[in-house]
């Protein structure tokens, strides 16, 4: 059975700084590409980064683009997400993401694994 578990949310203000880590269980790690999204209240899911299997490729949301930086840890099954320079609007609840083979996408539908959520608050 496919988990995916995320931390390192929390309560942080604006102009500070998380690092978000989801570690993987039950799958390939290592040939699965993976993401992150980010749901705001009464918003829909919205991709924010994504890594290819190999690593060699990444992707982010222009939002986010220099800000945030993605990164996977192979042999801890790890993916993380350093968020630097928050601002109010990258509040939400934080998604991991997982696709056997990938090579990083933005559609949450290409993403047949997620895991629960990380929630991050960002004060003004």
């Known amino acids: 059975q496919v988990q995916l578990v995320e931390s390192g949310g929390g309560l942080v203000q604006a102009g500070g700084s998380l690092r978000l880590s989801c570690a993987a269980s039950?799958?390939?790690?290592?040939?699965?590409?993976m993401a992150w999204f980010c749901q705001a209240p009464g918003k829909e899911r919205e991709f924010v980064a994504a890594?290819?299997?190999?690593?060699?490729?990444?992707i982010y949301a222009s939002s986010v683009e220099g800000r945030f930086t993605i990164s996977r840890e192979n042999a801890k099954n790890t993916v993380l997400l350093q968020m630097n320079s928050l601002k109010p609007e990258d509040a939400g609840v934080y998604y991991c993401?997982?696709?056997?083979w990938g090579d990083g996408s933005m559609r949450s539908g290409a993403y047949p694994y997620w895991g629960q959520g990380t929630q991050v608050t960002i004060s003004s």
């Open positions: 993401a997982a696709e056997l």
């Open positions: 039950g799958l390939t790690f290592d040939h699965s590409a």
């Open positions: 890594i290819s299997w190999s690593g060699d490729s990444t």
